[in-house]
């Protein structure tokens, strides 16, 4: 008797072990959802005309805020456009400087990639260039946040270089209210992608270890 317990003691412990072993072959398996969305974003430049709910534009302005930025200053003005008037009337004041943006483009609705929102960050010009690095970690907090939410986003410079220079664009620039001595930096158009683009070959040969 003592010999058949012991037998089924050993066998007990093998099954609790084998259990163990899988739930932590199971934990390894199991994706790293922040990792699958980083792997997953794309520059998206052809949206649906599905607006984006104002609470969801606020959410990713709000986890634009959250990134690091030196010393805590927070040297960023953040203004959220989803007026699609405000869109195409922009895009009116600088077809004179920019008629390629509709080129060849047959779905072209605004000179921001045809998004339906977007968000604009300023900032102050910083000789140690920190708050243009600040400016670029906020985008990515927005665009990150933007594929969690199943949009599309793209990061653009054009439209700020317009708005910047351009006098028929100045109305449309003072619009957004920022603070004086800050500088519109960049604009990430938003919306419900209308497209599903591949990704680009990364070249991870860039990548080394110091040793």
């Known amino acids: ?8 003691s ?3 412990v093998c099954i609790i072990a084998a259990g163990c072993a899988n739930d932590k072959k199971n934990e390894s398996e199991i994706e790293n959802p922040v990792i699958e969305n980083i792997m997953a974003r794309r520059s998206v430049r052809q949206y649906t005309d599905q607006l984006v709910p104002r609470e969801v534009l ?9 990134a690091p930025n030196a010393m805590n200053k927070q040297a960023w003005e953040v203004r959220i456009i989803d007026k699609p008037d ?19 483009d047959p779905k072209s609705r605004n000179a921001f990639r045809n998004a339906t ?7 102050p010009d910083d000789e140690s260039g920190m708050a243009l690095i600040n400016v670029g970690l906020l985008c990515e907090n927005v665009c990150l946040a933007a594929q969690s939410f199943g949009l599309g986003s793209v990061v653009m410079a054009g439209p700020v270089m317009m708005m910047n220079t351009i006098p028929e664009a100045k109305p449309f620039l003072d619009k957004l209210g920022f603070s004086e ?9 938003l919306g419900y992608p209308d497209e599903s683009p591949d990704a680009k070959p990364r070249d991870l040969d860039k ?4 040793e």
């Open 1 to 8: 008797m003592n010999k058949i317990i012991t037998l089924i």
């Open 86 to 104: 405000y869109l195409s009337e922009v895009t009116e004041a600088m077809k004179g400087s920019m008629p390629e943006f509709a080129k060849n």
């Open 58 to 66: 606020q959410k990713l302005a709000e986890c634009g805020v959250n």
């Open 207 to 210: 990548i080394k270890f110091v």
């Open 117 to 123: 929102a977007a968000i604009a960050v300023a900032c």
């Open 181 to 189: 001595g800050y500088k519109l930096r960049i604009i990430v158009g």
């Open 10 to 12: 050993c066998a007990a």
